[in-house]
């Protein structure tokens, strides 16, 4: 059997978090040669930044399965100004259609300096302000970033994931990826074999990014 691998790839915008496309749109196969992996959790189409790879199936669940609630942060540009309202909402978990959300971190933010361009850049509308949000979730439900914005009345304009676990995108640029190192990923799964998995609030139909 071959040893656990692990790529973090930097996911440029308008690209499907998979390897064939039947629309002719572009996919992950655009930017890395990676036969035998998989991509550990979904990341839209419309958005940009940290997606894994790995030929691991327990890697690839305990870093997607929603039972794990591996941390993730996402670096959000939203139209409308961030009331300290808003941020209590997010922080106390809000109400979408598929329930609940858990709690989330959620904190005001300046633009990323470390941000690249976005092409085609973001169509602003002059009389209405924008804003950074840092939020950080333990779930994955489908567009849930989004869909949380929007329920306290801040529409995502760009939405950036950081990092899932303990990786983040630090160093890469859109459409590069890194290897991780096998003492990495042996000292990520070791803490995690000891306990179980940690229920979710989500719907099993919803449990997919």
């Known amino acids: 059997m071959d040893s656990p691998a692990l790529l973090l790839l930097n996911k440029p915008f308008r690209v499907l978090t998979q390897f064939t496309s039947e629309d002719s749109k572009a996919t992950l196969r655009d930017f890395v040669y990676a036969p035998g992996m998989r991509p550990a959790g979904r990341l839209d189409y419309d958005s940009e930044g940290l997606v894994l790879l790995t030929n691991s199936g327990p890697l690839q669940t305990k870093l997607a399965d929603p039972r794990w609630k591996q941390q993730k942060t996402y670096f959000v540009q939203v139209e409308g100004e961030i009331g300290d309202d808003a941020l209590a ?13 858990l709690p989330a971190g959620a904190e005001r933010m300046d633009e990323p300096q470390e941000l690249w361009p976005r092409d085609p850049p ?23 970033v989004r869909r949380m914005t929007a329920a306290v009345n801040l529409p995502t304009l760009r939405l950036i994931r950081w990092s899932v676990g303990p990786w983040t995108l630090d160093g890469l640029a859109p459409g ?11 000292k990520f799964m070791a803490p995690m074999a000891a306990r179980p998995a940690i229920r979710t609030n989500a719907p099993p139909s919803k449990r997919r990014r």
């Open 89 to 101: 909402r997010l922080r106390r978990g809000v109400q979408l259609n598929d329930g609940m959300t």
């Open 122 to 144: 973001i169509r602003f509308r002059k009389a209405i302000p924008t804003g950074w949000l840092k939020l950080t979730i333990r779930e994955g439900r489908n567009r849930q």
């Open 176 to 186: 590069e990826y890194r290897p991780i190192d096998a003492v990495e990923i042996a």
